[in-house]
C-alpha cells in the first residue's frame, strides 16, 4: 500500500471516529487502554467510586481477551466458531449492557482494534448475539439492533486491512 494510501484510510478512521458521541468515544479509549494494557485505567480514566467500579468490571470481562486473539476462526470450522462467539458474546455483552456503545459502527471499531482485522468477519454475529441477550435494556436493545445496517450484516466479504488509528486519551480534551 502507498504512504498516500494508508494516510487516507487512518483520516477515514479518524473521521468515523470523531462521529461517535463523546460518550462513546471516551468508552472507546478507556477500552483500549484496558483491553491492550497500555495504562493503569483506574489512575487515567477513575474520576469517581463508581468509575473504578466500571473499569473494575472492565477488566474482568476482558480477562479472556488475550486468548481470544488466538480463538479468532481461521478455517471457519463450526468448532473454531463455537468456541470463538461464545467468548465473543460475553464480553460484547458487557459492552452493550454498560450502554457505553450505541451502534454497531462503534462497537464494530472498538473490537476490531481490540481483536485484529481477521475478527471482522464474526463481529455482526457477536454484536447480534449479545444485543439481544434479557440483560440489554429492551429500548437500548431496540437501539442497538437498528444500528447494524443491511451491508454490514450482509457483506460478502471483509477486509483484512489492519486499523491504523488507535485514539488515546488526551489531557486536555478529557479533563474539560
Known amino acids: 500500500m502507498t504512504l498516500a494510501t494508508t494516510s487516507a484510510m487512518t483520516i477515514g478512521e479518524m473521521r468515523e471516529f470523531a462521529g461517535f458521541s463523546p460518550s462513546e468515544q471516551r468508552y472507546i479509549k478507556r477500552s483500549l487502554d484496558i483491553g491492550m494494557a497500555r495504562c493503569d485505567a483506574f489512575k487515567l480514566w477513575g474520576r469517581s467510586e463508581a468509575e473504578n ?5 472492565q477488566y474482568v470481562a476482558y480477562q479472556d ?4 486473539r488466538s480463538l479468532v476462526p481461521q ?3 463450526i468448532a473454531e466458531i463455537e468456541r470463538f462467539i461464545g467468548k465473543l458474546v460475553r464480553m460484547a ?3 452493550l449492557a454498560s450502554e457505553n456503545v450505541s451502534s454497531f ?3 464494530r471499531f472498538l473490537y476490531e482494534r481490540l481483536l485484529g482485522a481477521e475478527a471482522r468477519p464474526y463481529l455482526p454475529a457477536g454484536f447480534c448475539a449479545a444485543a439481544a441477550l434479557p440483560m440489554i435494556r429492551p429500548e437500548h436493545r431496540k437501539i442497538l439492533l437498528q444500528s447494524l445496517s443491511e451491508a454490514a450484516a450482509t457483506a460478502p466479504g471483509w477486509s483484512d486491512r489492519a486499523p491504523n488509528f488507535y485514539p488515546q486519551y488526551i489531557e ?5
Not at 467500579?53 to 468490571?57: A, D, G, Q, Y
Not at 481477551?65 to 481470544?68: A, C, E, I, V
Not at 486536555?172 to 474539560?176: G, N, T
Open 53 to 57: 467500579t466500571s473499569i473494575r468490571r
Open 65 to 68: 481477551l488475550k486468548s481470544l
Open 75 to 77: 478455517a471457519g470450522t
Open 93 to 95: 455483552a458487557h459492552d
Open 105 to 107: 459502527s462503534a462497537f
Open 172 to 176: 486536555d480534551v478529557e479533563a474539560a
